[in-house]
């Protein structure tokens, strides 16, 4: 069954439709998982939990990568 | 200097200098300073993915990772817990478990909050993370640092970006003496004297950014980096002389062509 979630990715709303993975959000937003890492509601998710961690209404994502810096 | 190698935890590096890879003119630049500073070292920041813009290259894709060990920072964190959430998204990137912490405690200075700091590095070390903290050039905070068991101690030569060299030589003289854990000058460096200077105090190496990539030539900057740390460590093995009020004169002081020459001689 299809339904709308909305969540935060990285402090911004982000509407989708559920259910999605971690996996299926980072290819939504067309981010290659092996450079970046994620955090689901200020947990760090393992990367061999990317296909099966489902995202619920209201959960808070960050994704980051390296940048430049000092 | 190949047999000089700095050994940090588990791992060995050839260069003591450790460099940035933030507010290069572009990555192109930044590559070859790399390449002209020798480190095999660089530090990089953890910060959201551009969600709007994909279209941003990868820093990564212009570090050589076969010879430059990557050090994430937990740069811009102003709490314990956002350095802490920091650094375990920097491991699961999936480089290495080290970090570059940093927890500041105030804006325009950019000074650590050492109390957080040393809060944050106990949780980490207790997690299994390699932890570098860059402090205050405080001996005491350092001390701390290392009992709590941070692989290293990184005291600043003055605040981070200001290029005003090492403020307090005595502290990082007290710190080296002190430490049994490498200590690493992080922030300060201005020109190469700096780093020279840090060098000679003891300091086990040198980590700087803006002094290289805001040069006006970031590539001739790193390579002159490169042989003030090599000079300055050269010079701290080979021991300088005691300081003197008075002159001491270099060359011999009897023999010159005004003296007298003492009594008659016959030949």
Known sequence: ?70 | MSTDLLTIADRTFRSRLIVGTGKYPSHPVMAEAHRASGADMVTVAVRRVNLSDRSAESLLNHIDQSKIFILPNTAGCYTAEDAIRTARLAREVGLSNWVKLEVIGDERTLFPDNIALLEATRVLVREGFVVLPYTNDDPVICRKLEEAGAAAVMPLGAPIGSGLGIQNPNNILIIREQARVPVIVDAGVGTASDAAIAMELGADGVLMNTAIALAGNPVAMATAMKLAVEAGRLAYGAGRIARRSHASASSPTDGTIAALAGSVRRV
Not at chain 1, 33 to 60: F, I, M, Q, T
């Open chain 1, 1 to 70: 069954m299809r339904y709308p979630v909305t969540i935060r990715v990285n402090g911004a709303p982000l509407e989708l439709v559920g259910p999605v993975t971690i996996s299926g959000l980072l290819a939504g937003l067309t981010i290659d998982s092996r450079l970046v890492a994620v955090e689901h509601n200020l947990l760090v998710v393992k990367r061999d939990k990317y296909e099966s961690v489902v995202v619920n209404e209201g959960d808070e994502i960050e994704i980051v990568n390296f940048v430049g810096g000092g």
